[in-house]
């Protein structure tokens, strides 16, 4: 979900094989709630699968900010964009083209998606805007309450919602640098630290605010102060670019395992992952996407976004056909299966064209 400037040009490095691992976390969690089967998959208090999102944002600040650093701030939401948009946009088509008409196949209540319906699909969906995952009014949601008959009535694409959320992130970056760079050309870096560290502390003050990172009935407050996990990685993986590469490979195997004991300890509770457990993760992250451990991965196309678009509508299919749904295993292949033969798909048609057109644009 979170492509770089400089540092992936030159490939060598874990982060696809990291990003594509953590695509893979959040099909997983997302197969115990389109099965309805809700089975635990989690570390203390985090699902896993959120603990990849958060990864995907703390790779996602590391990984942009010399983009915006070195580059102009028009250039810099361009090619943002031309990376999350044309993807979004070719899953909503396959969406409400190919799904949708197996949905409604597949409906008891005989639910028909009208061309009108389509058309207001499509208009919600060329810009994302905030909302909560199964909102009915989200414009990933619209699509005349299908799928019906599963365990997730209604909810189209539950995972887009995170994509508004980091390109607010983008936005908030890219002004704060811009900004920097005019006036404080030579405070760049401790200026962002700084800024880190208000919301460093803003993090803590909503963690002691909220008892667990996952309300069942959240207020507008409890909504809006519970995304802060994934703030705080973004913008700590956007400080960790300041630090030399040669000092990530260096330090990898004497770091990786006391880090990895924070993160583990600190997932316990929603105070111990702001004060030391998002900082613990969001360098593990670094320090194996920087690393040549996984590095052969990066020779392949990046699936990870595409994945992480697809999954949910796929899983939505393929309940309607599993037996009883029980089969969670099956879910879970075969959706990861189609999933990436459609995320090949977008990488090839839609999403490699568009960054290589946005990085033409001087």
């Excluded at 997983?28 to 635990?40: P, R």
Aim: charged share 15%; aromatic share 16%; proline share 4%.
């Amino acid at each position: 979900m979170a492509y770089g400037h400089t540092r992936m040009v030159e490939r060598n490095n874990s982060f696809n094989a990291l990003r594509l691992f953590f695509a893979v976390l959040v099909l997983i969690e997302h197969s115990a709630l389109t099965s309805g089967h809700y089975f635990n998959f989690s570390i203390g208090e985090i699902r896993l699968g959120s603990l990849g999102v958060f990864g995907f944002f703390a790779a996602s600040g590391f990984l942009i900010t010399p983009g915006i650093r070195d580059g102009r701030f028009s250039n810099f939401i361009l090619r943002r964009s031309a990376r999350i948009f044309p993807a979004f946009w070719f899953v909503s088509v396959v969406t409400s083209l190919v799904f949708t008409r197996i949905w409604e196949s597949q409906s008891k209540s005989k639910v028909h998606v009208s061309l009108l319906g389509h058309m207001n699909y499509f208009l919600h969906n060329i810009v994302f805007l905030p909302s909560s995952p199964e909102s009915a009014s989200a414009g990933w949601n619209l699509l005349a309450s299908l799928p019906t008959d599963v365990p997730r009535n209604g909810v189209v694409n539950e995972s887009i919602w995170t994509l508004p959320l980091e390109f607010m992130c983008y936005i908030v970056l890219g002004i704060l640098i811009t900004v920097l760079k005019r006036f404080f050309p030579s405070e760049i870096k401790n200026l962002l630290i700084a800024f880190l560290g208000i919301i460093w502390l803003g993090s803590i003050y909503s963690a002691f605010c909220l008892a667990s990172f996952w309300e069942e009935n959240p207020t507008i407050f409890a909504t809006l102060v519970g995304k802060w996990p994934y703030i705080l990685s973004f913008f700590f993986g956007s400080v960790l670019s300041f630090v030399p590469k040669i000092r990530f490979r260096v330090n990898l195997a004497f770091f990786i395992f006391p880090l990895t004991l924070i993160c583990f300890f600190s997932s316990f509770g929603t105070v111990t992952w702001a004060l030391f457990g998002a900082a613990a993760f969001a360098l593990t992250t670094i320090l194996i996407g920087e690393s040549t451990l996984f590095r052969k991965f990066s020779s392949y196309t990046d699936v990870s976004y595409g994945i992480y678009l697809f999954h949910w509508p796929v899983q939505q299919t393929l309940v309607h056909f599993l037996d009883k749904r029980e089969d969670v295993l099956s879910l879970i292949l075969t959706s990861l299966a189609i999933s990436a033969l459609l995320a090949y798909l977008s990488a090839k048609a839609v999403e490699l064209p568009a960054i290589k057109w946005a990085r033409s644009r001087k």
